[in-house]
């Protein structure tokens, strides 16, 4: 499959523990986003990167929320002292900067804070 | 990017045409309107786009009114596995990140 993979699919943490997720894009596209998905509604945009700089950050990332594309491959977004309103669903997308900018999305790390 | 306005559920029976409408009176000149679709425990799934023209692929058709404050997501044949969440997203296209902002979508229920 060549598909965006996310790991792990489900995370069921305690309040206060941190927790991280990886993302393996698509071979050869440069750009990946992280989105964050409630229970019914749309996903919203969190950070994205262009190739291994991170350009941009919505003011949904608070600074318990840290995201890495170290050689500009996969990418990693860590939560540190969880807190129950984190729990949601965080999704990863890529794509090319050459093409109409399709994002191809991975299924999704299902995130849990009791 | 200009807000959209979608019915928030539409029912259709399987083997009949889903038309899936999409209001974006404020959209401007630059601006594309792109769908996507999110199956039940999946990541949202691209559908098709367009700016000014009619556009069909092997998923969809999207027919664009001819002021662009309104679009239309054809499915020509639904089927049970088209049951899902759609959303209608216009964005302007450039080299900055083109980040997608998703509003609530319609949820599309294809019956047998």
Redesign the interface.
Known sequence: DTGVSQDPRHKITKRGQNVTFRCDPISEHNRLYWYRQTLGQGPEFLTYFQNEAQLEKSRLLSDRFSAERPKGSFSTLEIQRTEQGDSAMYLCASSLVQQYNEQFFGPGTRLTVL | DAKTTQPTSMDCAEGRAANLPCNHSTISGNE?VYWYRQIH??????II?GLKNNETNEMASLIITEDRKSSTLILPHATLRDTA?Y?CIVRV?N???????????TRLMVKP
């Open positions: 594309y425990s999946q990541g949202p799934q691209y786009h969440v959303y296209l080299n900055a990140g083109n980040m997608l902002t998703f509003g609530g979508g």
